[in-house]
């Protein structure tokens, strides 16, 4: 086994793999011969020095070919510094350990570490994929589901299994009954039917039935970055012309990056809505 670098979006399985690659390289011997260090740890330069010096030091009976194994999750948080103390301790010990690394974005991790390292990206997971997972939770544990209420938990995890696993887990010991009114009652998140109204008003050049749809969303607490996300993942699926659809995910693109940098008032998304209604007519010019 190599150093490896696990990199891809949250909840898709990064850490599970590489705890299933030990468990499978390493078998009774996991527990003594793997080290993991997470997100509540502290992975300054001392922890480098100390804790992971003094495992990588640790001499372990494993069989010919084996290697103990350090699970650095979240890499891509530890300091520059800290990094660079890895890189040493990571040439002293190559004989006898194996680093592996998971991190959502493998820029963030120093070039001498990623040319150590085979880097392995993990992409978001489909909607297929987390359908099928849910439907085997919900038949295990015998929970009480409508099909449109797992879509709704799909809808709102946007590719992350832990997230939708934990709307489920949510929306059961709240609601014990997963249907689509109460998933999104407890993500809090604006119902997609709501969005699908205002964008079918903006299709329609209607901006004034679009301003009172998104003005409802508002003034019910949403925030402007709740609903410009909700209004990207309606328009992905929402059936209107391939010309149209790209015209009307740019200008969201950049109310999103606008949004993003603090300007979040109700002004960008009515902005949002005349620019969306006048997207049609562009596209086709055009």
Do not use: W
């Not at 003094?54 to 009976?61: G, L, R, S």
């Not at 696993?165 to 039917?193: E, M």
């Amino acid at each position: 086994m190599p150093n490896l670098i696990f990199s891809g979006p949250p909840g898709t399985g990064k850490t599970t793999s590489i705890l299933a690659l030990a468990h499978e390289l390493l078998g009774a011997n996991f527990k003594e011969a793997v080290l993991e260090l997470n997100a509540s740890d502290d992975r300054g330069i001392d922890v480098v020095r100390s804790k992971i010096k003094m495992f990588a030091q640790k001499k372990v009976t494993l069989p010919l070919g084996r290697h103990k194994i350090i699970l650095l999750d979240e890499a891509d948080s530890m300091t520059s510094g800290a990094q660079q103390a890895l890189r040493r301790t990571m040439e002293i010990y190559s004989n006898t350990t194996r680093f592996a690394l998971a991190c959502n974005t493998s820029a963030k991790i120093i070039e001498p570490i990623q040319s150590r390292c085979a880097i392995v990206r993990f992409s978001r997971l489909s909607d297929r994929d987390i359908l099928d997972r849910l439907l085997k939770v919900v038949q295990t544990e015998n929970v009480p589901y409508v099909p449109e209420g797992l879509e709704a938990v799909v809808f709102t995890a946007d590719g992350d299994m832990r997230q939708a696993l934990n709307n489920l887990q949510a929306t059961y010991s709240g609601f014990h009954f997963v249907n689509q009114d109460n998933v999104f009652k407890v993500c809090d998140q604006p119902h997609p039917l709501h969005v699908i109204n205002i964008i079918r008003h903006t299709v329609g050049g209607n901006i004034d039935d679009a301003y009172a749809g998104l003005k409802q969303l508002y003034d019910l607490g949403y925030s402007a970055s709740d609903i410009i996300t909700t209004l990207f993942r309606v328009v992905k699926n929402y059936e209107m012309p391939e010309f149209v659809k790209l015209e009307y995910l740019k200008e969201i693109g950049f109310a999103h990056m606008r949004i993003a940098d603090g300007v979040g008032s109700i002004l960008q998304l009515s902005g949002l809505l005349a620019k969306l209604c006048m997207a049609r007519d562009k596209a086709i010019t055009v």
